[in-house]
C-alpha cells in the first residue's frame, strides 16, 4: 500500500536521531506550556461532558504489586504528547481531542460470545474492581512515559464476555465517527482503529483496560473512556477509546498491520535486539526526564509475559 502522509516514527533513519528527539521535545515544551494558557473548549462540550458519573471511582486504591523503575511522567507532559491520529498526527493533540463525545458510550461485546451484549461504559464499569497501576509504556518510536493508570484487568471483561471455547482472539475497535475525529476524514487509513490480542495475552494478570489516569477518569487524549494499556508491547498496540470487543477463531488483522505490516505486526513485543526496519530499539528516551535508557526485553515484564510465547519462536513476537 502507498502511504502517502507517514506517522512521525516513519522518517528516515538519518532523521531518527536523539537529537531529532531532543528538538522535538523541546518544541512540544513549549507547546504545552502554550496550551495551559489556551481557551477552555466550547460551552456546549463542557455541558455535554458534566458531571462524568464515574468520577467518583477515583483515585483508586492502587496495586502496589506493579513498581516503577523511574519516575512517573509528569502529567501535564504526558497530556501533551500523544498520538492521537483519528483527530490528526500531532503529538499536542489534547486541545483537538477535546471533540470526543464520551457519553452516551456503548460497548459491543460479540462474535464467539454465549450471548451478545450491548451495555454502556457507565453501567459495565460499576461491575469491575477498579484499582490503580503504575505501569511504564515504550512507544515504537523509541520513547517512554511511566503512568498511574486506573481500571480493571482485561481478565475480568473475559469473564463477563463468557467466550466460547473456539474464541482464541480478542479484536478490539475505536469508535468510528468521521463528523467527529477530523483524522477519519483521512482516507489513506483503513479506520477504525482496531487491535487484537490472544485471550491468553488478554487473561494474563498485566493487561489492564485503563479507564482512569492520574488519580482521575482517564483525559480525552489518553483514549477516554476506556483503553488498554498492554506494557510489554510497543504503545501501538495500546487501543484508545474502545467501542467492541470482538471474540474470534481468527488472527485481527490491526489498522496498522493492514496499512504496513513490514513494519507493525501483531505480536509487537518489545525488544531492543530487534530494530525496527528503520531505526534501532535499544534504547528510549523518558519523555519529560531529559534522559535516555537502554530498553528492556519485554519492556522489563519479562517475569509476567514471557511465558506467554514459549512454542512461538518461530513467529515474528516482535513488532
Ligand atoms: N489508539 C487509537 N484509537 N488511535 C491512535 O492513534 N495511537 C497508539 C495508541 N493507541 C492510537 C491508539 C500509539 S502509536 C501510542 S504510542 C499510544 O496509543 C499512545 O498513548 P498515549 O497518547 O496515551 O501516550
Not at 12 to 27: G, I, K, V
Not at 134 to 159: D, T
Not at 213 to 240: C, E, M
Not at 257 to 285: C, D, I, K, M
Request: glycine share 6%.
Amino acid at each position: 500500500m502507498h502511504v502517502i502522509h507517514r506517522r512521525d516514527w516513519e522518517l528516515p533513519e538519518r532523521l531518527a536521531t536523539p537529537e531529532r528527539c531532543f528538538l522535538n521535545r523541546r518544541a512540544f515544551l513549549g507547546g504545552a506550556a502554550a496550551l495551559v494558557a489556551s481557551p477552555t473548549p466550547s460551552a456546549a462540550q463542557r455541558v455535554a461532558d458534566l458531571p462524568d458519573p464515574t468520577a467518583d471511582l477515583y483515585p483508586a486504591r492502587r496495586n502496589e504489586k506493579y513498581v516503577l523503575d523511574r519516575p512517573v511522567t509528569d502529567e501535564m507532559i504526558n497530556g501533551h504528547y500523544n498520538n492521537f491520529y483519528e483527530f490528526g498526527t500531532s503529538k499536542n493533540i489534547a486541545a483537538q481531542a477535546k471533540a470526543l463525545k464520551l457519553r452516551p458510550w456503548t460497548l459491543t461485546i460479540d462474535g464467539l460470545v454465549e450471548k451478545r451484549i450491548v451495555i454502556d461504559f457507565d453501567e459495565l464499569i460499576r461491575k469491575m474492581p477498579v484499582e490503580e497501576r503504575l505501569y511504564r509504556m515504550r512507544c515504537v518510536e523509541a520513547w517512554s512515559m511511566a503512568i498511574p493508570w486506573s481500571g480493571f484487568p482485561f481478565a475480568k471483561l473475559v469473564e463477563f464476555a463468557k467466550p466460547l471455547g473456539d474464541a482464541k482472539y480478542v479484536r478490539m475497535e475505536t469508535f468510528m465517527d468521521p463528523a467527529m475525529a477530523p483524522g477519519q476524514r483521512a482516507g489513506w487509513y483503513p479506520w477504525p482503529y482496531v487491535e487484537g490480542l490472544t485471550i491468553a495475552e488478554a487473561t494474563n494478570e498485566l493487561c489492564f483496560l485503563a479507564t482512569g489516569a492520574y488519580g482521575k477518569p482517564i483525559a480525552k487524549q489518553h483514549g477516554a473512556p476506556i483503553r488498554l494499556a498492554v506494557p510489554w508491547k510497543y504503545g501501538f498496540k495500546s487501543i484508545k477509546s474502545i467501542v467492541r470487543f470482538s471474540f474470534t477463531a481468527e488472527r485481527p488483522k490491526s489498522m496498522w498491520e493492514q496499512l504496513q505490516a513490514s513494519e507493525y505486526g501483531f505480536w509487537a513485543n518489545v525488544n531492543p535486539q530487534v530494530a525496527h526496519p528503520r531505526w534501532s530499539q535499544a534504547n528510549e528516551e523518558l519523555i519529560g526526564v531529559g534522559e535516555r535508557r537502554p530498553t528492556l526485553l519485554f519492556n522489563g515484564y519479562g517475569e509476567f509475559v514471557a511465558d506467554l510465547y514459549k512454542g512461538l519462536e518461530g513467529e515474528r513476537l516482535w513488532a
